[in-house]
C-alpha cells in the first residue's frame, strides 16, 4: 500500500497567515494527489485535484503543487473559514486509495 | 446537482453485521461511467478509505478489510450497499460514501461526499 504522510499533524495560525502543509508519499505518485477539507462535523470537501488544479468554487488563496512524492498546499492568507483540517489522498493506485492522517488548522 | 445520504443503524452489537445504504440522485449507474466509494472515520481520526464499486460492477476493498467487506449496487434503485461483518468497538466511525468518476484512471477524486453516519459499535 502506498502510505501517505503529512506534517505537521496540527498548526497555529492567524487570520492573513500564509500556511503551508506537507503531504509525502511513500512512493511516486506523480502528480495524482487530491486535497480535502473538513469543519468539525461535516463532510469532507474537494478543495484540489490532480496536484495543483482548484476545485469550481474553491477560494484561489487556496493552492497545490508538487510531484513525485514530495506535495505541499498553501493557503495564502488565511481566512476565519479555512480553520479545519486538512487531507490528503493519493489516486496513483487503481486498486486501493489512501489518505494521510490529516492536519488541523487551529487559531492562534 | 449530485447528492449522496447514508443510512443504516446508529447502533450495532460486537460480532453482529452491518449494513449501509447509500442512496444517490444526479447520476445513475445505467448511464454514466461512475463508481461509489466507502470511506470512514473514527471520532477524532482520520479517514480511511474502505470499498468502492464501478459502473460495470467491478469492486475494490481495502487490504486491510477485504474479508468483512462486501459492496454491491442496486441500479434501479440508485443505491449502493455496504456490509460489513464482525463488528468490534474499533469500527465506531462515521461512514461516508462518495461519488467518483467511474473510468480507471489515476486522475480521479472523491466528489461530493455524503454527510455521513455515525455507528456505534457496543453492546
Known amino acids: 500500500d502506498i502510505q501517505m504522510t503529512q506534517s505537521p499533524s496540527s498548526l497555529s495560525a492567524s487570520v492573513g497567515d500564509r500556511v503551508t502543509i506537507t503531504c509525502r508519499a511513500s512512493q511516486s505518485i506523480s502528480r495524482y494527489l487530491n486535497w480535502y477539507q473538513q469543519k468539525p462535523g461535516k463532510a469532507p470537501k474537494l478543495l484540489i485535484y490532480?496536484?495543483?488544479s482548484l476545485q469550481s468554487g474553491v477560494p484561489s488563496r487556496f493552492s497545490g503543487s508538487g510531484s513525485g512524492t514530495d506535495f505541499t498546499l498553501t493557503i495564502s492568507s488565511l481566512q476565519p473559514e479555512d480553520f479545519a483540517t486538512y487531507y490528503c489522498?493519493?489516486?496513483?493506485?487503481?486498486?486501493?486509495?489512501?489518505f494521510g492522517q490529516g492536519t488541523k488548522v487551529e487559531m492562534k | 446537482q449530485i447528492t449522496l445520504k447514508e443510512s443504516g443503524p446508529t447502533l450495532v452489537k460486537p460480532t453482529q453485521t452491518l449494513t449501509l445504504t447509500c442512496t444517490f440522485s444526479g447520476f445513475s449507474f445505467s448511464t454514466n461511467a461512475v463508481s461509489v466509494g466507502w470511506i470512514r472515520q473514527p471520532p477524532g481520526k482520520a479517514l480511511e478509505w474502505l470499498a468502492l464499486i464501478y459502473w460495470n460492477d467491478d469492486k475494490r476493498y481495502s487490504p486491510s478489510l477485504k474479508n468483512r467487506l462486501t459492496i454491491t449496487k442496486d441500479t434501479s434503485k440508485n443505491q449502493v450497499v455496504l456490509t460489513m461483518t464482525n463488528m468490534d468497538p474499533l469500527d465506531t466511525a462515521t461512514y461516508y460514501c462518495?461519488?467518483?468518476?467511474?473510468?480507471?484512471?489515476?486522475?480521479?477524486?472523491?466528489?461530493?461526499w455524503g454527510q455521513g453516519t455515525l455507528v456505534t459499535v457496543s453492546s
Open positions: 489522498q493519493q489516486s496513483y493506485s487503481t486498486l486501493t486509495w489512501t
Open positions: 462518495a461519488h467518483r468518476l467511474g473510468d480507471y484512471s489515476a486522475t480521479n477524486w472523491f466528489d461530493p
Open positions: 490532480a496536484a495543483s
